[in-house]
Every structure is written in C-alpha cells, then in structure tokens.
C-alpha cells in the first residue's frame, strides 16, 4: 500500500490536500521531537542526580575517614599515658560516641578486638604436641565455649563435631581431623559445590559455609568471637572482657559460672596489672589448685594479657541523604604507631 492509496485525494492534485498531509507530516515530526526532548531531558536529570549522590556519598566517606584518623588519635593519647594495660576506663573505651558535622553526623565506636575469640586461632600446626591431649587447648576451649552457651539441640557431640568441621576449613591440607571433620568430598558432594578455603576465616559470617555450623549457634556465637584476618594470635585481654560474658573465662579456665561471674564483676575499673594478678584470685586458684596437670595450666596462663593490640572502629557517618558505614581493624605497634591491617565498607 503506498502513500497515494493512503490518502485517494492527492491523485486529484488539490492544494487543500496537499496541505493537510504537509500539516499532519509536520505534526509527527513535532511529536517525535518532543519525545526526545523529553528522553533527554529525563536521561540529564537523571545523570545529574548520579552526580549528586556520588558527591555526596564521597563526602560522607570522608566523614567515615575522618571518625578513622581520630580514633588513631585517641589510641595513640591512650597508650601514651598508659603503655602496658589496656582497661575499660581509658579513653577508646567510652561506647558509641555521635558528633555533629556540617549536613549530617558521624557515630563510631571502638572495641578491643582482643575481648574476643579469635576463631582463626584454630588454624595451628597439627604437628605441635598438644600437652598430652588428642586435641590443642585452644581446640578444647573452643568446644567449652559452645557448650557454656547452652543452645538448644547443642550437646557435647555437637560442639565437637562443629570443632573439627572448623578446625578442617581452616587447615592447609585437605586430611580430615577428626570424625566430625569434612573436607573436600562433604562440600563438593552438595547441591550447590564448593570448596573448603584451607585459609583463614575472613569474617563470621563464613561460618554459614561449615559444615553442622547451624544459624542459632552462629547467631549466639558472633557475640562472643571474632575474626582477625590471616592471624590465629590467640591472646584474652583480661580488662575488657565484658561482665556479661562469663563463657569466655568458663570456657579457656575450666572454671564454674559462679567463680567467673564473680572475677568480672569485682574486676576494678582499671583491671589487672599483670596476668599473675588475675591469677592470684581466690576463685582463680582454688581451681588451678584442683588441676595437677602442670601443663594445662600453664596453657591457660598463656591465653591471657592485660594489653591489648587489636582494635575495631565501627564508623557511620551521614551527609544529607546519603549514609556510610565503614569498619576500621587497627593494631597498635610497638613505636605506639597505628597501622591499618583491613577496612570493610558497610554493616558485618
């Protein structure tokens, strides 16, 4: 069909015709026009709001960097004056702080990355005597502490096999630990495969991938462990400990909840000066006393510091609409400097 079939009345030549196919061709065209204009103009506001938004989402990570630089600087005063303990009563340790910016506010707050379980400190040399034991002190602590939590469905059997599950995804080979071990073939075999990382973990969260590892037991777990990446440095800060979890000294002292609960709450502000202090508690050595094992305690004596290396800096910081969160691992050097060893952007 062509455009004289379209409209009859050009055939006849008439002017008025001609005109209104001129009129209506012209109409099209301005309408089309106006389409584009209208795309454009939407595809410019838009890009003009990506431009806003990564301005103000860089400002706001610089507000981020900012809560960073100055909790380098309250480490550093803190330390200055108090070289050899690390307590809850210094300065880093005063909880979530907010401070008011130009357009928006920054929240941190710092946390001693050694009142934790380290669980990287399960990737240790299998070929290191264990004290006369089938399995490491840590390993043992480690099942204690699980037990001490007393989750549901959770009994010794369990503890154990989520041990030695964890023990293997951490290790360097692929040889099964123990019976609640898995390895390569228990994870390939699955609906979705995978690998173990034979590594250090990266966060808590990985634990989702371990084999028995169950969502109550992670959930319960992350507010007693932690993760400091490839490092399985395993030493308990005596002074930060917190008063609401007992577990931690039940689990690596073998000692009853009562006695636990009892050192953390009668713990001075400024904790322990020495590690031999924590030790010459009455509720510490009535227990130690009960242990003839010479070894075992000293292994439990060398889980403990009163000095702390590690520190978290959780930061949020907003600026106008837009919100950052930024996680900062620290370690104080010996010189008193502060190095970055990891920063992970958004919430864990």
């Known amino acids: 069909m062509n455009i004289t079939q379209l409209f009859p009345a050009i055939n006849k030549k008439s002017p008025k015709n001609v005109a209104g196919v001129a009129l209506i061709t012209v109409l099209l065209i301005v309408a089309l026009a106006a389409v584009l204009a209208t795309q454009m103009t939407a595809r410019l506001q838009l890009q003009m709001q990506r431009t806003n938004n990564i301005s103000l989402n860089q400002q706001a990570y610089w507000y981020a960097m900012g809560a960073e630089a100055f909790a380098k600087t309250i480490l550093i005063t803190t330390f200055e004056d108090e070289k050899d303990v690390t307590h809850l009563e210094q300065m880093w340790a005063q909880g979530e702080t907010s401070f008011p910016v130009d357009f928006g506010t920054i929240t941190g707050e710092i946390f001693d990355m050694q009142a934790c379980f380290n669980l990287n400190a399960l990737r240790f040399d299998r070929s290191t005597p264990s004290s006369g034991t089938k399995k490491p002190p840590i390993q043992l602590a480690f099942e204690e502490l699980i037990i001490s939590l007393?989750?549901?469905?959770?009994?010794?059997?369990?503890?154990?096999?989520?041990?030695?599950?964890?023990?293997?995804?951490?290790?360097?080979?692929?040889?099964?630990?123990?019976?609640?071990g898995a390895e390569d073939n228990d994870y390939s075999a699955k609906e979705f495969p995978y690998l173990p990382a034979n590594h250090y973990l990266s966060s808590i969260t990985e634990l989702r991938l371990i084999e028995h590892f169950t969502v109550p037991v992670i959930n319960k777990l992350k507010e007693y462990v932690c993760v400091l990446p490839n490092n399985n440095l395993h030493e308990l800060n005596l002074n930060t400990i917190s008063d609401k979890q007992p577990e931690l000294l039940m689990a690596f002292l073998d000692i009853p909840r009562a006695d636990a609960e009892s050192v953390l709450a009668n713990r001075e502000g400024d904790g322990f000066k020495t590690v031999k202090e924590f030790f010459s508690l009455p509720e510490?050595?009535?227990n130690?006393?009960?242990?003839?094992?010479?070894?075992?305690?000293?292994?439990?004596?060398?889980?403990?510091?009163?000095?702390?290396?590690?520190?978290?800096?959780?930061?949020?910081?907003?600026?106008?609409?837009s919100y950052f969160a930024l996680s900062t691992l620290m370690k104080v050097e010996e010189n008193n400097n502060i190095s970055v060893v990891s920063r992970i952007i958004g919430r864990e």
């Open 150 to 180: 007393n989750i549901d469905g959770v009994t010794q059997f369990e503890a154990e096999y989520m041990s030695d599950a964890l023990v293997d995804w951490l290790d360097k080979d692929s040889a099964i630990a123990s019976a609640g």
């Open 284 to 286: 510490i050595v009535k």
């Open 288 to 321: 130690k006393n009960k242990d003839k094992n010479k070894d075992k305690v000293d292994a439990q004596t060398d889980q403990f510091v009163v000095k702390s290396q590690y520190f978290k800096l959780k930061s949020t910081a907003s600026f106008n609409n």
